[in-house]
């Protein structure tokens, strides 16, 4: 069986400030790791994945996520936090052997004060 | 314009009431999804359609009923609801998982259901 962790259930940083969503996972086989966000009464928008190759992954808004394979972990980053960045954001994982759908974490808020 | 619309964005509905929610995707893609969200709980997929057949039922209760006539269209049925039902219905389309589709979704902007 597949599953994720989103250890925090929110995360304040102050704008301009770099910022760290974290992420883990359990997966028997390589795994395709995703981040979707999530604005008010939005549905979820793709921010980038993992697949295969360079374990920093960038994707859209500037955000970057690091693969780690020994800590099992995908963490969500990026250099300078935006008030514009709050929302609430998603890490996901699907085991890419036989057939299976995404298994979504519980979500983690991000506050980005001015 | 996501490429998945959903209808409607809102609706509050009695417990007695029959309603539907409507999904349509113009990504091209042959796989649909209900997904069910409610406040601090983690995302709950309800249902998944692959080429028309539904391949996954997550133990929803029989007042949820699916329906999809063809690729583009997914439809959620709702009858005799409860209050606990009250949540946001988010519903996603994907390539078919395999070769180079990585099972990717794409979520329409969900439908926000009250239930009194």
């Known amino acids: 069986a597949q599953s994720v962790a989103q250890p925090e259930d929110q995360v304040n940083v102050a704008e301009g400030n770099p910022l760290t969503v974290k992420c883990t996972y359990s997966v028997s086989g390589n795994p395709y790791l995703f981040w979707y966000v999530q604005y008010p009464n939005r549905g979820l928008q793709f921010l980038l994945k993992y697949i295969t190759g360079d374990n920093l992954v960038k994707g859209s808004y500037g955000f970057e996520a690091e693969f780690n394979k020994s800590q099992t972990s995908f963490h969500l980053k990026k250099p300078s936090a935006l008030v514009s960045d709050s929302a609430l954001y998603f890490c996901?994982?699907?085991?890419?052997?036989?057939?299976?759908?995404?298994?979504f974490g519980k979500g983690t808020m991000l506050l980005v004060s001015p | 314009e996501t490429g998945v619309t959903q209808t409607p964005r809102h609706l509050v509905m009695g417990m007695t009431n029959k309603k539907s929610l409507k999904c349509e995707q113009h990504l091209g893609h042959n796989a649909m999804y209900w997904y069910k969200q409610s406040a601090k709980k983690p995302l709950e997929l309800m249902f998944v359609?692959?080429?028309?057949?539904?391949?996954e039922n997550n133990s929803v209760p029989s007042r949820f009923s699916p329906e999809c006539p063809n690729s583009s269209h997914l439809f959620l049925h709702l009858h005799t609801l409860q209050p606990e039902d009250s949540a946001l219905y988010l519903c996603a389309s994907s390539p078919i998982s395999g070769g180079l589709n990585t099972g990717e979704l794409f979520f329409g902007e969900g439908s926000r259901l009250t239930v009194l």
């Open positions: 996901a994982v699907r085991d890419p052997s036989g057939y299976s759908t995404l298994t």
């Open positions: 359609y692959s080429l028309e057949e539904r391949v």
